[in-house]
């Protein structure tokens, strides 16, 4: 039972340029959970997502980000036009339906923006 | 503001010593949770307490939990080298919504050989 899978672990990109950061949560698991993690920070909550909803966006900037967990597929944050202020390590967390407690997050995606 | 502080922001110990880091919460809890993350890696869920426990164990890591004072604490004993990592406390908030994490800004553990 592989863990919480992301991908890419690293990805650079240019100002302007849009960053696609993929999540596949465990098997089993339908709560998917992105937070982002600021150089010698803690982790912060961006989004909350069940298959094909998303339950709670509030720690989500207003423009340029969004989130999807389709039917089909891996959860995905998506970032256009990323700036400076976006390079951070974004990771994601999934959890069992019984047990939205329990969260397991995965390796994380290094953003950097040049 | 924060909703978990962990104290120490860093600590440096040698290999056999105790190491004890304490989270504070300003609201309500269902749980408290208690993660270690490698420089540049993911999180590892090292382990949960519930707000009607008192104490958990687990292998050499002791957690402790005090409602009244909306603090915790992990203590590591016999601390190895390969236990140096950053130390997250994580609550989820009886208040907040339906299972995202609020972590604190963590505690930078060294442990030196």
């Known amino acids: 039972n592989a863990g919480v899978m992301q991908n890419p672990r690293h990805l650079v990109r240019r100002r302007g340029q849009e960053a696609r950061l993929r999540c596949s949560p465990m098997?089993?698991?339908?709560?998917v959970y992105w937070y982002r993690q600021l150089p010698e920070e803690g982790l912060k909550f961006m989004v909350y997502?069940?298959?094909?909803?998303?339950?709670?966006e509030s720690g989500m900037p207003k423009e340029r980000f969004s989130a999807e967990f389709p039917k089909e597929g891996p959860s995905i944050l998506r970032i256009q036009q990323v700036v400076r202020g976006d390079s951070a390590a974004y990771f994601c967390?999934?959890?069992?339906?019984?047990?939205?407690?329990?969260?397991?997050f995965g390796q994380g995606t290094r953003l950097t923006v040049v | 503001s924060q909703q978990g502080e962990e104290d120490p922001q860093a600590l440096s110990i040698q290999e056999g010593e105790n190491a004890t880091m304490n989270c504070s919460y300003k609201?309500?809890?269902?749980?408290l949770q208690w993660y270690r993350q490698n420089s540049g890696r993911g999180l590892v869920h090292l382990i949960l307490i519930r707000s009607n426990e008192r104490e958990k164990h687990s292998g050499r890591l002791r957690v402790t939990l005090d409602t009244s004072k909306k603090s915790s604490s992990l203590l590591i004993t016999a601390s190895r080298a390969a236990d140096t990592a950053s130390y997250f406390c994580a609550t989820d908030g009886t208040g907040g919504s339906q299972g995202n994490l609020i972590f604190g800004k963590g505690t930078k553990l060294s442990v030196k050989p």
């Open positions: 967390a999934s959890s069992p339906p019984h047990s939205r407690t329990e969260a397991f």
């Open positions: 609201t309500s809890i269902n749980n």
């Open positions: 997502l069940q298959k094909e909803n998303i339950i709670d």
């Open positions: 098997k089993g698991h339908s709560h």
